[in-house]
Every structure is written in structure tokens, then in C-alpha cells.
């Protein structure tokens, strides 16, 4: 059966992230926090100071020790407020890096054929914008989302305490800027989430856009794909700027708020001075305090748009995250011993939307034979391979592997290699190719593999050898070439089994040829499962299966291609 991600969706993936990070989170917060109590505390001492001198007709030198502690409290404000920035930067870094992570152990357990449900554009988008869009969120918006919420009522309780009708006022016009924000803050969301959406098809269309280069230069048609990514991109142009007017709109209403409430609170204190209602300590402390009051508002509202492209970035990470997981789970221990083969029976597979492909397949695949897959296209050769892989899973029936004595061992246990019908190949050079199948391989390893897959003399005749730049997608190498080079990446893994589809379609005689004398050549040692239509490898097969309707016959091989 097909299972389906139970990965939790939109606050919920909220709430998992930040329990990742909550200890940096954690902290940033405290630091936020002594840094807005030691603000206060530096006020209230300059506001003790200024009124000492001025009107109490203190000398500044017998203030010193107020000012050592303004130092210190300022010493200790500048200290706390980095620290915070730094440990909220760690949360973003921890929650981007545990995403990018996530994601890509969700795309090895769903498997090639579900993640063919999603455009590459915007698996490559997600990856990159959207990991790297969660960092400024957890980094900036969180913590001042706190701050927003701990200094205005650090502010309020000694505003409070000093004067009542300037409490009276920063409490009134303080909530004004939060409402105003929750209605900009919708009309934001939905621009976000086109702009997005825009991103998506711009990195999608580019990216297609390369892969067929050569196609749409030979067909006259790259002038009209330059086009479509032009309107693309001006259309993210557009709406990119629409959320700069948002966000300018945001600090504008902020900027007459807050302006509002200082002349209020200036005007009112301006007054009762005047009348000799207040003392100047006061009104001076409360003056320094409302500008902060209105600071963290100010921060929130700049870090405002950080959780709106989150929030876009979430969406198409739930997305990716919510593909159903296909593709079998490995253990990651070789098994013991060499296979003998792998055994279907009365196997029914069937695609993830329900319906069924195969049905009542039984067929074995030994070891030291070549077997040949053979059909019309859509008739289930690539779906029996995927199942042999582990790409999909078995509906009904049973998928079996045994050793030489014919005892059973675990499959996942069982090293798989697949040469697909359109290998890719990297931009880099041979030996990066090579790599992508063994990181750690040596030199030595290298030259085995290519000697196994016939692509050793090709190698050597490049200029560089192994090192030898092989262009976008291979373009420096013939067709036969990059079909020899995937064979010899698979091989550099030593699998049990291995599976090509359709490795010479498209090919000439010669180089047709070479592959499938290539692939005879790894026969020995391992299972190796072919599917194709073309004759000449159907005429070197050990065994021939034919498959048709969703079921699979065994033909008879003629005398000449054993031998």
C-alpha cells in the first residue's frame, strides 16, 4: 500500500520548527529581555542625573557614579541585544539547515516516481529559497514578535508608576498599530503567496529552458523561450515590488502613530510643566521611554514581510513533504554472502493514484543471467523495474530475494544500481560523474569501473583524462559515451543488481554495440535486468521476458543467444 505523509501542515509545521531551535530561541529572547531592562534602567538614571544637574544645582563630577552605572547598563544593553541577534541567527541557521535536511530524506523515502509529481523547478526552489527564507523569520521575526510583547510592557509598568495620563495615552495609541497591521497584513499575505508562485515558474521555466537549449536552437525557438522567462520575470518584478509598497505602507502608518502618541505625550507633559503640575524628572524619563515604547512595533513591522514569505516557503514545502513515501527503506547493511536471485510472485503493482499496472506476475531473476524486459511502450516494463528497485511498492503478492544456497535474505539488504533510459550527467568533470555513485571512490576504483563498462579507451583519449570538463548534460560526449559512463557510475558501487532501461535507444549500430557487449560483461556476479526494444540487446538475453496487458510470459531464447 501507498503511504501517505502524516507530516503535520502550517502552524503545526510552525510549531515542530521551533521546538528544533527553542533552546537559541529561548535565549534570544531572554537576551532580548535584560537588553530592554537594562534600557529602562539607563533612562531612569539619566533621566536622575539631568534633573540633578540642572535643577537641583548638583556639580556633574559628584554625579560619577550614576554615570559608571549608565556606562555599565549601556555596556550591558549593546552586549545582551547582540547576543540575541546572534543566538536568533543560530535558531534560522539550525531550522534552515534541519529543513533542507528533511526534505531530502523525504524525497529518498518517496522515490523518483512520486517526486515525478512535482515540477524540479520548485523542488529546486524550495531547496534553496525556501530554507533559506525560513532564517530571517526565526532569526528576526520571532524574537522581535517577543520583544514587541515584553519591552512596551516593561515600558507601560514604569510609565505607570511616573505619570498616569502618559500611561493613559502610549496604552491607547500602542494597540492601534497591531490592528492596523492584522488588516495589511492580509492584503501582504496574498501578494506573498503569488509572488511565490511567480518565483516557482520562473525557476521551473529557467530550468527547463536549459535542459532543452540545444532542441529549441535546433527548432528556432529559444528566441520565444527567452520571452516567456522575460514575462515571468517581469511579472515577479511587479508583484516583488507590490510587497515594497505594502511594507512602506506599514512603516508610514507606524511612523504616524507613533509620531502621534510622542507629540501627545510631549504636548500634555508641555502643559501641566507649564502649570507646574508635573516635575521635569518625569516628564524628561517618559520622554526618553516613548520613542522605545514604539521601537519594537517599528522592528516587528520591518521583519513583518520574513513571516509572510515563510509562510509562502511553508506551503510549498508542505508540498514536497506531503508526496506518499514510495520508495523502500534500506538498512544500510550489506547482506551476507552472493545472490542468487530474486523471485516475483503472484505480484500485483499498482500506481499511486490506484490503478493497477501489473497483475499476477510471477517470474524469477537469477544471477549470472541477463534478462531482457520486452513490450509495447506502456505495457509495464519500467513499472516491474520500479518495483524491482524499490521505487513503488507491492500491491499484493511477494518480491523475494534468496542467496546461491537459496536461502531467503533480507532485500533491503541487497545493493541496487539503475541506469535510467536518459542518464544524467552533471556539469563537472569525469571523475565528478563517476563520484556521484561513490563519493569515496579512488583513482584505482575509478579506472575498474570504466574498464567494466567499456569507457576506459575514451576516457584515456580525453584530454584531461578524468578530469576532462564534460560539458551541461554531457554535451562534450556522444550519446554511446554517456550511456557507458552511467553503466560505469553504476558499476563503481558493486551492486547485486543491476537495472538499465532502454540503454540503447537512440543509439547508432557501433555505438549500440558497445553498450550491450558492455552490460554482457557485468552479467557475471550479480543479476542484471534489461528492458528495451531494441533487438540487439533482446538477442544477447539468458532469459526472455515479455510483458503484456499488465502480465508477464516467459519466451523461449533461442540456442545461438545463450551460447
Known amino acids: 500500500m501507498v503511504a501517505a505523509s502524516t507530516r503535520p501542515r502550517g502552524t503545526d509545521m510552525t510549531r515542530e520548527l521551533v521546538r528544533i531551535a527553542r533552546g537559541w530561541l529561548l535565549g534570544s529572547v531572554v537576551a532580548g529581555g535584560v537588553s530592554a531592562v537594562l534600557l ?4 531612569v538614571l539619566l533621566a536622575h542625573v539631568v534633573d540633578n544637574v540642572a535643577f537641583h544645582a548638583q556639580a556633574p563630577h559628584t554625579q560619577g557614579r550614576a554615570f559608571i ?18 543566538m536568533g541567527t543560530r535558531a534560522g541557521l539550525r531550522v534552515a539547515s534541519h529543513v533542507r535536511g528533511q526534505l531530502l530524506a ?22 534553496t529559497e525556501g530554507a533559506a527564507a525560513l532564517v530571517p523569520y526565526f532569526a528576526r521575526y520571532l524574537p522581535s514578535a517577543a520583544m514587541m510583547v515584553v519591552l512596551p510592557l516593561l515600558i507601560l509598568a514604569v510609565v505607570a508608576g511616573v505619570d498616569g495620563w502618559s500611561f493613559l495615552v502610549l496604552a491607547c495609541t500602542g494597540p492601534l498599530v497591531p490592528v492596523f497591521m492584522v488588516f495589511v497584513g492580509y492584503g501582504a499575505q496574498a501578494i506573498m503567496d503569488r509572488r511565490w508562485r511567480q518565483l516557482s515558474l520562473l525557476g521551473g521555466s529557467f530550468l527547463d529552458a536549459l535542459r532543452g537549449l540545444k532542441t529549441l536552437r535546433l527548432l528556432g525557438r529559444a528566441q520565444g523561450s527567452l520571452e516567456r522567462i522575460t514575462q515571468l520575470a517581469d511579472a515577479h518584478r511587479r508583484t516583488t515590488l507590490s510587497v515594497m ?51 519594537p512595533l517599528r522592528t516587528f513591522s520591518a521583519s513583518y514581510h520574513a513571516r509572510q514569505n515563510a509562510q509562502a516557503a511553508m506551503q510549498s514545502m508542505d508540498t514536497v513533504l506531503g508526496l506518499p513515501t514510495l520508495a523502500r527503506s534500506y538498512s544500510g547493511q550489506p547482506m551476507q554472502g552472493v545472490i542468487g536471485g530474486v523471485q516475483c510472485r503472484a505480484l500485483c503493482v499498482c500506481r499511486p493514484d490506484g490503478m493497477s499496472v501489473l497483475h499476477d506476475v510471477t517470474c524469477d531473476f537469477a544471477a549470472n543471467r541477463l534478462t531482457v524486459l520486452t513490450g509495447a511502450s506502456g505495457a509495464g516494463k519500467t513499472t516491474l523495474l520500479h518495483a524491482l528497485l524499490g521505487f513503488i511498492p507491492v500491491s499484493v503478492g511477494t518480491l523475494e530475494a534468496s542467496n546461491v544456497s537459496g536461502h531467503p535474505i533480507q532485500l533491503d539488504g541487497v545493493r541496487m544500481a539503475w541506469v535510467p533510459q536518459r542518464p544524467v550527467m552533471v556539469f563537472g568533470t569525469v571523475a565528478d560523474n563517476l563520484r556521484l555513485g561513490a563519493p569515496d571512490a579512488d583513482e584505482e576504483q575509478l579506472r575498474h569501473a570504466a574498464a567494466q563498462a567499456d569507457a576506459l579507451g575514451f576516457i584515456d583519449a580525453l584530454p584531461n583524462g578524468f578530469e576532462t570538463h564534460i560539458g551541461e548534460r554531457g554535451s562534450r560526449l556522444s550519446g554511446g559515451q554517456v550511456r557507458r559512463l552511467a553503466l560505469a557510475r553504476a558499476l563503481l558501487r558493486n551492486p547485486d543488481v543491476l537495472v538499465l532501461d532502454e540503454p540503447t535507444a537512440g543509439l547508432d549500430a557501433a555505438s549500440a554495440l558497445r553498450v550491450s557487449n558492455a552490460i554482457c560483461r557485468c552479467v557475471p556476479g550479480r543479476i542484471v535486468v534489461v528492458a528495451t526494444h531494441e533487438q540487439v540487446m533482446a538477442a544477447r538475453a539468458d532469459v526472455l521476458l515479455h510483458v503484456a496487458d499488465g502480465t508477464v510470459v516467459v519466451q523461449p531464447v533461442r540456442a545461438e543467444s545463450v551460447a
Do not use: N, W
Open 40 to 43: 529602562v534602567c539607563q533612562f
Open 69 to 86: 552605572l549608565i556606562l555599565i547598563c549601556l555596556a550591558g544593553q549593546v552586549g545582551a541585544r547582540f547576543a540575541s541577534d546572534m
Open 106 to 127: 523525504h524525497l529518498f523515502a518517496a522515490g523518483p516516481v512520486a517526486c515525478a509529481d512535482v515540477a524540479a523547478g520548485d523542488i529546486v526552489t524550495t531547496f
Open 245 to 295: 509598497k505594502v511594507a512602506f505602507l506599514t512603516s508610514a502608518a507606524l511612523e504616524f502613530f507613533s509620531s502621534l502618541s510622542i507629540a501627545l505625550v510631549a504636548v500634555v507633559f508641555g502643559t501641566r510643566l507649564l502649570a507646574g503640575t508635573a516635575d521635569f524628572r518625569s516628564a524628561f524619563l517618559v520622554l526618553l521611554l516613548a520613542p522605545e515604547y514604539f521601537m
